[in-house]
């Protein structure tokens, strides 16, 4: 296992963290996983075992059941809090009252608080905005994350599933105040969807942002249970929740190139496509998830794949991006200034 800098701090984290998404299975969550505390803190201890010291959860995960489940784990598991970076997030509907969703500094505050009831633990080190709040302005939200850093409650903070512009008018409010900047971005990022390649890469690069692919697997597609050829048995994660969107065709154009690369490397479909992650250089550490210990072993497993310079081009040529604009604009007036 390797580790990387979260961004610009000083913090390592495993090139692969354990996401606990498929503990609890209360209401909406219950398609994606239903483990309970005998199952998820098996799973914990598979991934410390393997040197995972990354571990993500969320509020909403479960409606608090997720980050509960995580908690009493690591606590029964005798690990030391400072062994451990744990990920919480906030922002989504936590109860029925007008004021239980959404980046207000009420809201904010109050989720942290109940979250670190949830992990039994005095600190988080990583928290996220789960989300664009389009109702609550970035001033508030990040005065209100300023606000929990200064209490000793978060260590650092981080954005999910907003756009660059938002990111970066964000860190610039918060530099213009004095406040504490977004340090790592967790988007969704497969070989199957590129699409933050556009924009947000570019940026993260730029702003030395870390970046935590959520779903490598593209929900599941990407698990070596789907092919063009293959009908679904009804049994797999997306025959019952069928996100994210994404292209199939593509998906299954590049599942077709993917093949003849993992049986050349013995491995399977699902390790090639998060090795292809691994070999990115924006990507700090890959979130995976798992319902059964065998699964997160064979997931750890694509951590020792070493991908050759021609598995790559062919990867990189099947999943490539159709240049848009300004990006073809780009390119071509970038040709008059390469030297020689």
Known sequence: MKYKFIGNTGVLVS??????MTFGGEGYWEAIGRLQQEEGSALVKTALDSGINFFDTANVYSYGKSETILGQA?????????DVVIATKARGRMAPGANQIGLSRLHIMDSVNESLQRLGTDHIDLFYVHGVD????????????EDIV???KVRYLGVSNHAAWQIMKANGIAEKNGWTKFVACQHYYTIAGRDLERELVPM??????????????AGGFLSGKYSRNNESTGENRRDNFDFPPIDKEKAYDIIDVIEPIAQAHSVSVAQIA????????????VIIGAKKPEQLKENIAATSITLTPEDLEKLNAISALKTEYPQWMFERQGRDRIPG
């Open 74 to 82: 690591l606590k029964d598991l005798g690990v030391k809090r400072s």
């Open 274 to 285: 998060l090795s292809w992650l691994l070999h990115q250089q924006s990507v700090t550490s």
């Open 150 to 152: 200064r209490s000793g």
């Open 204 to 217: 993260m690069k730029d702003q030395n942002l870390a970046l935590m692919p959520w779903s490598p697997l």
């Open 15 to 20: 090139e692969l963290c354990f996401g606990t």
């Open 134 to 145: 389009a109702e609550t302005s970035l001033e508030e939200t990040m005065r209100g994350l």
